[in-house]
């Protein structure tokens, strides 16, 4: 199976209720920029930040 990089990120986006585009919006990013970001694993730091940054969305009902 292959490993999917910075699952923790779209495990968080998708449990708010939240598409990527939606989440890389919310951050300040476009969406393209913000999906290549993803795309490799980040580092500790830049994780911690982003993930930081999505607990403040609100979740959908």
């Excluded at 930040?49 to 999505?54: A, P, Q, V």
Aim: avoid cysteine; glycine fraction near 6%; aromatic fraction near 8%.
């Amino acid at each position: 199976m292959k490993h999917t990089a910075n699952q923790e990120i779209r495990h968080l986006i998708k449990s708010k209720g939240y598409s990527q585009w939606e989440a890389g919006e919310f951050l300040g990013f476009g969406e393209s920029v913000f999906s290549r970001m993803l795309r490799k694993e980040l580092n500790s730091a830049q994780k911690e930040d982003l993930m930081s940054k999505l607990q403040k969305l609100e979740e959908r009902q």
